[in-house]
């Protein structure tokens, strides 16, 4: 299995501009994670989907931004309209859930500059 | 007060020495506790993980939690020049079925 696949692995963009974020999970794997990591906050649990159903959002900054999972293979973070404080890595992880035995498996990130 | 703490260091220890790594949570239900190491620039991996009272050792890697203390340590022996990393503690809280929380990690050096 070739892991979490993220894309893209870099993006820069301009202050107003949409970002859209992808995601695909390990095969077999009923949960996903979207996460962002910056300095100063560390590493923050936007949103977590379980068998394609949001769970909890409350990590969620603000309704600029928005997550998906349309089928168990796919999932996008969109950010809408985009800003500076923006700038961040952003990380899919996923696992499969059994009882309390959870290994997270992570992407390679999306490292994102909001200009 | 946040869910999960740490020392965000960095910590400095010498080669060969003992580095320990502490964290602290706030969810007195939490029953699962990980510890994922991350090099910079890199993704976090999963390095331990514990769910009892007590100590877990595995290779040069111990981790002990003490539940009435709401408190998590990651001891690691012998430590090397490849063991320089942010090393991040997560926990699942009561409250939630899947929810890991992650402290904010603790940036460990080590000296030659």
């Known amino acids: 299995d070739a892991g979490v696949i993220q894309s893209p692995r870099h993006e820069v963009t301009e202050m107003g501009q949409e970002v859209t974020l992808r995601c695909k999970p390990i095969s077999g794997h009923n949960s996903l994670f979207w996460y962002r990591q910056t300095m100063m906050r560390g590493l923050e649990l936007l949103i977590y989907?379980?068998?394609?159903?949001?769970?909890?959002d409350s990590g969620m900054p603000e309704d600029r931004f928005s997550a998906k999972m349309p089928n168990a293979s796919f999932s996008t973070l969109k950010i809408q309209p985009s800003e500076p404080r923006d700038s961040a890595v952003y990380f899919c992880a996923s696992s499969f859930t059994v009882a309390t035995n959870e290994k997270l498996f992570f992407g390679s990130g999306t490292q994102l500059s909001v200009l | 007060q946040k869910e999960v703490e740490q020392n965000s260091g960095p910590l400095s220890v010498p080669e060969g020495a003992i580095a320990s790594l502490n964290c602290t949570y706030s969810?007195?239900?939490?029953?699962?506790f990980f510890w994922y190491r991350q090099y910079s620039g890199k993704s976090p991996e999963l390095i331990m993980s514990?769910?009892?009272?007590g100590d877990k050792e595995d290779g040069r890697f111990t981790a002990q939690l003490n539940k009435a203390s709401q408190y998590v340590s990651l001891l690691i022996r012998d430590s090397q020049p490849s063991d320089s990393a942010t090393y991040l503690c997560?926990?699942?809280?009561?409250?939630?079925?899947?929810?890991?929380?992650f402290g904010s990690g603790t940036r460990l050096s080590i000296r030659p």
């Open positions: 989907f379980n068998n394609n159903v949001p769970i909890d």
């Open positions: 969810d007195r239900g939490s029953q699962s």
């Open positions: 514990i769910y009892s009272n």
């Open positions: 997560a926990v699942r809280p009561y409250s939630s079925a899947s929810k890991i929380i």
